[in-house]
């Protein structure tokens, strides 16, 4: 498991077998290329995307992709429940996430931005870790 961290030079592998690249299209193809470069025959590719934008349809037209489309939760999935709170309520916030930790449950708290923009004013990430 790695982030794109796995393709800088220093990073290098004995047998890569499978690489699973989320959100293919953040994955270019200088990417792919420098990927396959790490290892002496190139690994298996699973590429997820929930976005078929142009490129991931070309790739798969005239390239290397075949498509699979899961279209169907798993059996016995429960429903997941997606809770908004404002900055007024970090206490209430803060309890329910121990709650749900101590219950044996995840909880996965989305911030839209890890740093400053100049283009947005959202709450980043950075800011709500300095705390």
Known sequence: MGTHAIIEDKVQFNNLGLAVIDEQHRFGVAQRAKLWSKNENPPHILVMTATPIPRTLAMTLYGDLDVSVIDELPPGRKPIQTIHKFDTQTTSLYDGIRKQINLGRQVY????????????????????TKH
């Open 109 to 128: 708290i989305v911030f839209p931005l890890i740093k400053e923009s100049e283009k947005i004013d959202l709450k980043t990430l950075k800011a709500a």
